[in-house]
């Protein structure tokens, strides 16, 4: 999810745009296109359903079109990748019985004893939560029991979480999902918060940003989960940069001065220092300022021109000028410039990533 | 087969998979976001699921699970699968090493390649952490700052090895190239976590040395910034008393370009109590335009200069210098309880 080098298959050029406003009505159509069918590109992503889905319904929620969705077969769709155990023995077993991201990572068994695969994942649970959410799904209605007792399972001794039982990277953008889903839930049975806070606290670097597992390298992805997750659980206020920095659990000062030297000279935001500015920092980078209170610190006039490089003729956002469109960085262009208070969009709850209801 | 090659044979035409029934996607009445499937990407995943519900743990699926990952290298059922096929047939675990490389050397930047290569060099042990090594050094010769490759170089040296040369090769990498800041975290990352360097306080003096030399050379380069302050992250008194980077910071002043970062660790050293030399005092002046000489506390003089030099972070260095007071105090408290 925090990858600076994200998506791949867009390399093709798109030049001669002149457009130099943001074009709502292309980003709806855009987006449309894409609710429609995924075209072939994104398969080799098919298992993030869940996720492309989240991009492109939160987007048109973003950009006030959500009556586009037909939101009783979203929220049905949705519901049908959740795992649910068959009793309480299976719910205790050690697995995650979560969402899946799609449905070719679901399997169904006629036979009722037989126990099917469950491959449900942190990150999907994270999105389908949030799409139902944005949809208007009262998620008390949810089988909420078995999604955080189950997700106990994941964290690991040091804190941080692994998205998946049958084993797979632990680092930060977990830590995050879990804080999310208990956020979401209202309910934080399913983790323990003081672990999950020292082990973010043990992922912020020498410079002052935060890498995805401790001793890594800065990024603006693993910082942004690192801040939010801080929020939400409630170890850092709103407005951090407003109260004395003495008694705040992370190294405020060098955090925000990194966060400020990651707006490069055209005007966007890089990931890491000495890298190339690429639209998705405006909201991972962008939302951590945003979250300390700090955004008045941003250069918007020259953030927007840079954004507006990347826009795409045919709607959407690149990674980089000039290129052609992608949702993951489309999605990410439009949260930027909601919190960049473009007229016409929807408000944005940063830590949760989604928008206000 | 390689599925490499243009001409895949479709798996209903091959006579090895004659018995198998392809499961295909249920895609439900009402599916949302449909993905328009290329046609051997479909068939693959659907002898992929037959295999998979069939639990069967062979030759020719984990041959399928190559082909499933071809078209599929983010699925990670497939993945695990594959994991649990090799340990089923107890495979050669070497040849899975060349599998991984041959994958990675067209798309290195994904998390699941990653993790099924840390699952294999954890099943070889600490034979495996030259070639792991090595592995990653190969992908640093296309992209030096893959993080994904880095996660993997330090969980080799934490895990199975391989410290001696590390600093060497951190140095190599910088003089590759010296704004590659993925090099200046590895070697924060030793010389912090190194079993026989000994920690920070023994190597700080040789690392600042270094570091200044590389600033001097590069002053506009971030990079060396900040790592030369996290030298003296756990030790502000060090960093307030240690002549030089005070001295740095006056070199690159009286240079009067690429002052920025200069400017910035300057007044770092200044809220955490650094009492500045007249020479300093004198190069700072020579920076700021008699019109605006107005304020006679050093700091603030130091943000002017800031909001001058660097108008993108204008507000950022006038909340910095309208907050001054406040953050002296806090550095004199810090400074009392080290
Ligand atoms: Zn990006």
Redesign the interface.
């Known amino acids: 999810m925090a990858d600076d080098d994200d998506l791949l298959w867009s390399s093709s050029t798109d030049r001669g745009s002149e457009v130099r406003l943001f074009d709502r009505n292309r980003h709806i159509m855009y987006l449309q296109m894409n609710y429609e069918i995924l075209p072939s590109g994104y398969e080799g992503q098919e298992i993030n359903r869940l996720t492309l889905a989240y991009f492109i319904i939160s987007g048109l929620h973003i950009l006030h079109a959500l009556d586009h969705v037909d939101k009783e077969a979203v929220i049905n769709w949705v519901l049908s990748l959740q795992a649910h155990p068959k009793n309480e023995a299976e719910l205790n077993n050690g697995q995650f019985y979560g969402f899946h991201g799609s449905r070719s990572s679901q399997f169904h068994s006629l036979d009722k004893e037989v126990s099917v695969p469950n491959n449900s994942h942190l990150a999907s649970t994270y999105c389908a939560l949030a799409i139902l959410k944005t949809v208007g799904y009262d998620l008390s209605l949810i089988n909420s029991t078995s999604i955080l007792k189950s997700m106990k399972c994941l964290q690991q001794s040091d804190g941080s979480f692994m998205p998946i039982h049958t084993g797979a990277e632990k680092d930060l953008r977990f830590v995050y999902c879990a804080a999310v889903i208990s956020s979401l839930l209202d309910d934080w049975s399913g983790m323990d918060k003081e672990k999950a806070k020292n082990y973010i606290l043990s992922c912020q670097s020498y410079d002052g940003g935060f890498g995805l597992i401790p001793g890594q390298e800065s990024h603006g992805g693993a910082t942004y989960c690192a801040v939010a997750s801080l929020r939400l659980m409630g170890f850092i206020e709103d407005n951090l940069i407003s109260q004395s920095t003495s008694s705040c659990i992370i190294d405020l000062p060098l955090l925000l001065d990194w966060c400020l030297q990651r707006q490069a000279l055209d005007g966007g935001f890089q990931g890491r220092p000495n890298k190339t500015s690429d639209t998705c920092y405006a909201f991972w980078i962008g939302g951590v300022l945003r979250i300390l209170g700090a955004n008045q610190f941003i250069d918007e006039k020259t953030l927007r021109e840079f954004l507006l490089t990347c826009q795409s003729k045919y709607g959407g956002f690149s990674k980089f000028p000039g290129q052609f469109p992608d949702l993951y960085h489309s999605y990410y262009g439009f949260t930027a410039f909601s919190m960049l208070q473009e007229t016409d969009l929807n408000s944005l709850s940063v830590e949760l990533g989604i928008s206000m209801f | 087969m390689d599925s490499d090659e243009d001409e895949r044979i479709p798996l209903s035409q091959r006579p090895e998979w004659s018995d198998i029934t392809p499961v295909p996607?249920?895609?439900?009445p009402?599916?949302?976001?449909?993905?328009?499937?290329?046609e051997e990407?479909a068939e693959t995943?659907d002898y992929f699921?037959a295999v998979?519900?069939a639990d069967e743990r062979s030759h020719r699926a984990l041959q399928l699970t190559s082909e499933a990952i071809h078209?599929?290298?983010?699925?990670?059922?497939v993945w695990?699968f594959r994991r649990v096929i090799l340990e089923a047939l107890n495979a050669d675990l070497h040849d899975e090493l060349e599998f991984v490389e041959h994958l990675a050397s067209k798309?290195s930047?994904n998390?699941?390649l990653?993790?099924h290569r840390?699952?294999v060099a954890e099943k070889l042990g600490s034979e495996a952490a030259g070639r792991e090594l090595e592995f990653t050094k190969n992908i640093f010769l296309n992209d030096a700052?893959n993080?994904h490759a880095?996660?993997h170089r330090?969980w080799v040296l934490q895990n199975l090895g391989g410290w001696e040369d590390e600093l060497a090769y951190c140095d190599k990498l910088l003089e590759d190239d010296i704004?590659?800041?993925?090099a200046w975290?590895q070697r924060?990352?030793v010389i912090?976590?190194h079993p026989g360097l000994g920690g920070i306080e023994g190597i700080r003096d040789s690392e600042v040395n270094y570091t200044i030399k590389a600033i001097l050379t590069k002053p506009e380069?971030?990079?060396p910034w900040?790592?030369l302050?996290?030298l003296y992250?756990n030790n502000m008194k060090a960093f307030v008393t240690d002549s030089k980077v005070s001295t740095l910071c006056l070199k690159v002043l009286t240079s009067k370009v690429n002052c920025v970062f200069a400017l910035?660790l300057l007044l770092d050293l200044l809220v955490h109590g650094f009492e500045p030399t007249q020479d300093l005092k004198n190069a700072l002046e020579s920076l700021i335009p008699e019109s605006n000489n107005l304020d006679s506390d050093v700091a603030a003089r130091v943000c002017l200069v800031l909001e001058i030099m660097d108008p993108?972070?204008v507000?950022?260095w006038r909340?910095r210098k309208s907050s001054l007071s406040?953050?002296v105090e806090?550095g004199v408290?810090?400074l009392s309880v080290h």
């Open positions: 996607q249920d895609d439900g009402n599916p949302v976001v449909p993905i328009a499937y290329s990407f995943m699921r998979y519900l078209f599929n290298a983010g699925n990670y059922t695990q798309n930047k998390y699941q990653w993790h840390r699952w700052k993080y880095w996660s330090q704004f590659n800041n993925s975290n924060y990352f912090t976590r380069n971030e990079s900040r790592y302050r996290g992250k910035s993108m972070r507000n950022y909340w406040s953050h806090d408290k810090n």
